[in-house]
């Protein structure tokens, strides 16, 4: 099925422990966005990209890093994982039209 | 300060009769407008659209009505499905040159059998 696909899924680190996040559209999209979703604090925009080879920050940028060496991928980082980065993670795409394709999450949890 | 505010975190509404759901904005240079739908375990799917030169747009159970003066927004489902229940988000488009949305913080519709 064409979409937005996020991997992993589910993941639990341990404070300062690095992961990445990837992400991956197939339909050709410019662009790209990661979002974190909170309770009570809606979608937050973190990082986005408007093609490949680019990046920029949105709301609540600190602590991740992105790179978009792909116009099929974006990747989020995150160095030093904190507790206050346990959230799910959503990423989207953004073709010609105002809408986005999310992917369905990556709930992530630090201890 | 949030741009986009749903001030109603949740809402219950018996089957078969009218749910809406609101959505405030700080900027009338907000040009566009949409909501979207979420499941749990799931990303948002969108629902519907409006431009700020509209003031309705309908789409079978689903209406969003744009009030530019009051700077409010909001969506009717009418009737109301238990499949509907769901997390609204109401999101904006800053200006004609932004290339992001920006999401209010949710809405948690639950609708009674």
């Known amino acids: 099925n064409a979409g937005v696909t996020q991997t992993p899924k589910f993941r639990v680190l341990k404070t300062g422990q690095s992961m990445t996040l990837l992400c991956a559209q197939d339909m050709n999209h410019e662009y790209m966005y990661w979002y974190r979703q909170d309770p009570g604090m809606g979608l937050r925009l973190i990082h986005y990209s408007v093609g490949e080879g680019t990046t920029a920050k949105g709301e609540v940028p600190d602590g991740y890093n992105v790179s978009r060496l792909k116009k099929q991928n974006f990747l989020l980082g995150l160095e030093s994982a904190a507790p206050s980065q346990t959230s799910v993670y959503f990423c989207?795409?953004?073709?010609?039209?105002?809408?986005?394709?999310f992917g369905s999450g990556t709930r992530l949890t630090v201890v | 300060d949030q741009q986009v505010k749903q001030n109603s975190p949740s809402l219950s509404v018996q089957e078969g009769r009218i749910s809406i759901l609101n959505c405030d904005y700080t900027n009338s240079m907000f040009d566009y407008f949409l909501w979207y739908k979420k499941y749990p375990a799931e990303g948002p799917t969108f629902l519907i659209s409006i431009s700020s030169i509209k003031d309705k747009n309908e789409d079978g159970r689903f209406t969003v009505f744009l009030n530019k003066s009051a700077k409010h927004l909001s969506l009717h489902i009418v009737p109301s499905q238990p499949g509907d229940s769901a997390v609204y988000f109401c999101a904006v488009r800053p200006g004609e040159s932004a290339r992001q949305l920006t999401f209010g913080s949710g809405t948690q519709l639950t609708v009674l059998p």
């Open positions: 989207a795409s953004k073709g010609r039209f105002y809408g986005y394709t």
